[in-house]
């Protein structure tokens, strides 16, 4: 039967056991050593099964335990009674080993026990199961995404399950053979709190020197009121640690577990089981003594500082600060203050929808009170903005003038000074809602600055140092929120002269300079915090008036900020430069002005702008006149094309622009001339050199207007000629305007065309309309240079014709001076009429040898003393020439149609010619009281008059193309090189007459 029931007992599995098995298999044993041991090997998940094991087992060592007692009390009594006693059991485990067995065995069974009944202790406050709402879970199924489209009845759906039980934190097995230390840290760590205070009160001695590793493995998250009973307190009667209070299963220990017995059994060498509950073990540092309040405060900081940083649960860490304090830890005032208003900070104050932004303490304690403000109210929109100030601001800025008290640096003026500092560089938005709710109409308590003089002078920082040019609306709204004072009629000259004064103070403080960078909002609070009501009042009305024109300027896209209108409040150039924006700006915006209306609108505003003149109005324009605001005005009228507007505005029926004709001629030649600078073509009819023809038919004809259209017509004319400025790049307008000496574009259009000169009526009508009109100077210069390009291009009859037109105009301007050497113009005329004379003249390509002679005669009358001698030299030369061709003509008995005298016509042509060039010669060296020259045919005399002929050609450029073939040509029919000078004098005048007309050398 015994050996049946060990069989059956050790074939049993742990699962299957039950209460019936023990007693009708384990209990019938009779060998209590065996039993005990079975009883100890088995470790159930089932309490009821587990607590019959045990008391079997315990039972079964019952006998031993009353023998060894016996024993111990029989030991006699001595001075080492307690060494007796330990002797006795020690001599009696070492005779009886199962007794010593059985003692280990009972000592194991009891632990045992007191867990189980902990176990179900807490068993009764896990949590049994997971309420679920059906609803919620079928809910959750009809919007399962992975279902597929079509409907299900209710009846197809699967059922939810009702109630699933949830496993306790803790498995019984687990619990009997963990380390207790263990269990407490898994039921912290789970948050099984209730259970954790059982096992605490149950196991106290135990736990109570691990009790800080406990409290350390519950998580940050945990909310200090469901763990309050974990967290240490203060006894203030010790002022220390609270000492938790003990519930043991049994008051006192039984025999086994004594230390006499425990200390018998290791010295008895009896080899007892290892009987190890559980390998799993914590190391920490035993705490024995209670901690002083200082430090359990600091304990409480730590943990707070270990809450924010692992979770960044501010609120968590604030409950437990106030938990600490419901303790009666001391020391935390400070920091339970400084987490009030960072909870605020990260759950009041609004916040943006991407959270980024991971405050610890360590964060908030490197925040100046500036920061702290603005991080407030970082993400506060208008609409909540003054209640966020109020709610949030207000009350941090109190608790920093409190600060400042307990530290004996009160400071009133703190919260102001801090709130206007973020007034002073938050948006015109923001500043906006704050002056809405303080505004004076409303309670004293309820404004956010209530001090009057303080919004005018903050309102006036903000305003005056904002660089936004597009929320006018908004300043008004500001402008509207301000106090309005009544000062006294006897006072207000006194406040208007203050008020200048400061304004023109004002206006150099706001105006940057190298040595001065831009003036901030908190300078200009600065520099206005002197300042008082009078002044104050006199700086609301000049910013009214600067409202008003920002929003006109605004309106033309000419927009400035608020201090531009101090930094020209006495600058007439700065606000003549504003003026001429705001005209051209109208007609340059997308939406360009159209109709009469919009221009006259414009109008209307620039007059406004001016302040009716008045300089204390400190409006825009209060330095310009209507008169030159008009003339403005016509001017971006003009230069925006609106000609046809132009002149219904001046001489229509409303008459709307009132100008003097002198200003209306200025205004717009200055436009018709900007509109020709700008031009890229010359052609007059086509751009911008179109506009500025047209912009000359508004005002009235004039002689100025008249030549400044026929300077346009010439710009035209010189294009079609295709002059260029530099090889391959056509002449632009303003090179031709930019042109000092007009005359030398002629002379450029003649080198540039082959055909120019062909068409002398509109080389001269070119000259005219280039401002030469009537200028008989400048005609003959043109003449010569028309003569000098005929010449180069070999056509003789036209250069002969022009030199004709050139001499009869000279004459009649030598006539007409009084003084014909004194005139340095006449002279230049004249030498120009010589030379161009004497250079056909001498051509020997030229076969008309009577004009030849009538020229030279020319030259010689026009020409100065000094350079009588070089034309008479080659007068000479075709004198001689003309005698000998007749000559020959005679010799060879060439017989022409004789004369009345039977001399042949061209012999009578010649002698005549002959005798009129002797008497103009005679007549000329007569009125210069000169000798007729004897040896001008000698080679002396050829010498001198090649020397003094090479000084005067070498300023003869008369043109750009070379006359290299013709001096080739004309290379065989000199005789000798000293007695004929023609040579050289072809050489150089072939190079033009340039420099006769001013123009230089190397530019020619």
């Not at 019936?20 to 009779?30: E, F, Q, R, S």
């Not at 009696?92 to 069974?109: E, G, K, M």
């Not at 302040?611 to 409006?619: F, M, V, Y």
């Not at 005929?790 to 009869?808: H, I, K, T």
Request: one cysteine or more.
């Amino acid at each position: 039967m015994s050996a049946s029931n060990h069989n059956a007992w050790l074939n049993l599995d742990d699962d299957e056991l039950t209460d019936d098995a023990v007693n009708t298999l384990l209990a019938p044993i009779h060998n209590d050593l065996w039993v005990t041991s079975a009883c100890v090997d088995r470790i159930l998940n089932d309490t009821p099964v587990q607590h019959t094991l045990l008391t079997l087992g315990l039972s079964r060592t019952d006998r031993v335990i009353e023998r060894c007692t016996n024993l111990a009390a029989l030991a006699s009594p001595s001075p080492q009674g307690a060494n007796s006693k330990l002797d006795t059991l020690l001599h009696h485990f070492q005779n009886t080993p199962t007794d010593a067995l059985l003692c280990y065995l009972r000592s194991v069974l009891l632990r045992r026990l007191d867990r189980l009944s902990t176990y179900m202790e807490l068993e009764k406050v896990f949590p049994k199961h997971i309420e679920v709402e059906i609803e919620d879970v079928i809910e959750e199924w009809e919007d399962d995404p992975w279902a597929d489209g079509n409907a299900t009845s209710s009846s197809s759906r699967p059922t939810p399950p009702s109630n699933p039980t949830q496993p306790p934190p803790v498995s019984f097995a687990d619990f009997l053979q963990n380390d207790l230390l263990w269990s407490a840290c898994e039921l912290a760590a789970l948050e099984a709190f209730d259970s954790l205070r059982i096992l605490q009160q149950k196991h106290n001695a135990e736990l109570w020197p691990a009790r800080f590793k406990i409290q350390s493995c519950i998580p940050e998250h945990a909310h200090p009121s469901d763990s309050s009973n974990t967290f240490p307190s203060l006894d203030p009667s010790l002022n220390r640690e609270t000492v938790s209070i003990a519930a043991k299963w049994r008051d006192q220990p039984d025999f086994s577990e004594l230390p006499l017995v425990q200390e018998a059994l290791k010295g008895s060498g009896i080899p007892l089981p290892s009987i190890s509950d559980s390998e799993k073990k914590l190391a920490f540092t035993p705490i024995l003594d209670p901690l002083t309040a200082d430090e359990l405060s600091a304990w409480y900081k730590d943990r707070v500082q270990s809450v924010i940083s692992s979770t960044g649960m501010i609120d968590i860490a604030l409950a437990l600060v106030q938990h600490a304090a419901s303790q009666g830890i001391p020391a935390l005032d400070e920091l339970g203050e400084e987490l009030s208003l960072l909870a605020k900070l990260v759950y009041d104050a609004p916040q943006s929808n991407i959270i980024n932004e991971d405050w610890t303490l360590d964060s908030w304690y490197s925040m100046d009170p500036t920061s702290v403000v603005h991080a407030y109210l970082a993400h506060a929109s208008p609409e909540v903005l003054p209640h966020c100030i109020s709610h949030l601001v207000m009350p941090y800025l109190y608790v920093l003038e409190a600060k400042a008290e307990r530290i004996g640096k009160p400071d009133p003026a703190l919260a102001t000074r801090i709130l206007y500092e973020y007034i002073l560089t938050t948006s015109l938005e923001n500043v906006a809602a704050i002056f809405e709710a303080s505004k004076p109409t409303l309670p004293y308590g309820q404004r956010i600055i209530s001090n009057d003089e303080d919004m005018v002078r903050v309102a006036l920082a903000c305003l005056y140092s904002s660089d936004i040019l597009d929320q006018w609306t908004t300043m008004s709204g500001i402008f509207e929120c301000l106090p309005v004072w009544n000062v006294p009629q006897d006072e207000e000259n006194d406040i208007g002269e203050a008020g200048d004064t400061t304004i023109t103070s004002l206006g150099v403080f706001v105006t940057p300079s190298t040595n001065q960078p831009p003036c901030t909002a908190m300078d200009l609070m600065v520099f206005l915090q002197p300042l008082h009501l009078p002044s104050l009042s006199r700086l609301l009305d000049i910013l009214d008036v600067h409202l008003e024109s920002g929003e006109i300027l605004s309106r033309w896209s000419v927009a400035a900020p608020l201090r531009w209108f101090l930094q020209s409040s006495d600058n007439i150039r700065e606000q003549r430069a504003w003026a001429n924006r705001m005209a051209r700006r109208a007609g340059e915006k997308d939406d360009k002005l159209q109709g009469l209306d919009d221009w006259e609108w414009l109008l209307q505003d620039m007059l406004k702008l001016t302040g009716n003149g008045e300089s204390s109005a400190r409006s825009a324009f209060c330095l310009l006149s209507r008169e030159e605001v008009s003339s403005i005005f016509l001017t971006g009228l003009l230069t925006s094309d609106n000609f046809e507007i132009a002149k219904l505005m001046l001489y229509g029926h409303h008459h709307k622009l009132k100008l003097s004709q002198q200003t209306v001629e200025a205004v717009c030649l200055a436009a018709s001339r900007e509109f020709y600078d700008n031009a890229s073509s010359g052609n007059y009819k086509i751009g911008d050199m179109k506009l500025a023809y047209e912009c000359l038919e508004v005002p009235r004809p004039s002689e100025t207007i008249a030549q400044e259209k026929e300077f346009i017509e010439a710009t035209s004319r010189i294009s079609s000629f295709n002059v260029s400025s530099s090889p391959g790049v056509a002449i632009s307008p303003i090179e031709i305007r930019l042109t000092k000496d007009r005359l030398s574009l002629i002379s450029r259009v003649l080198s540039s065309n082959d055909d120019a000169y062909k068409h002398t009526q509109v080389i001269l009508d070119l000259g005219y309309k280039l401002g030469y009109r009537n200028d008989t100077i400048a005609e003959v210069k043109i003449l010569a240079m028309l003569a000098d390009t005929a010449l180069q291009a070999e056509d003789f009859a036209r250069a002969y014709e022009n030199n004709e037109r050139m001499v009869e105009l000279v004459t009649g301007l030598r006539n007409s001076s009084q003084s014909e050497w004194d005139d340095t113009k006449v002279r230049e005329t004249l030498e120009v009429c010589w030379i161009a004379c004497f250079q056909l003249g001498r051509q020997p390509e030229f076969p008309d040898l009577a004009k030849k002679l009538i020229l030279l005669c020319h030259a010689l009358e026009f020409c100065p003393p000094d350079k009588i001698h070089d034309v008479l030299m080659v007068w000479r030369r075709l004198e001689s020439e003309d005698i000998q061709r007749r000559e020959e003509k005679l010799t060879r008995g060439i017989t022409g149609k004789p004369n009345a005298v039977g001399v042949p016509r061209a012999t009578a042509m010649g002698t005549f010619t002959g005798r009129n060039v002797a008497s103009s010669l005679r007549a000329r060296l007569h009125d210069f009281h000169m000798p007729s020259p004897p040896l001008l045919s000698t080679p002396d005399a050829a010498a001198l008059a090649t020397r003094t002929f090479k000084s005067v050609a070498a300023n003869f450029p008369f043109g750009h193309r070379g006359r290299s073939d013709i001096d080739e040509r004309s290379e065989g029919s000199r005789r000798t090189d000293g007695q004929d000078v023609s040579s050289q004098a072809s050489r150089v005048f072939s190079k033009g007459i340039g420099w006769l007309i001013g123009a230089d050398e190397a530019e020619l």
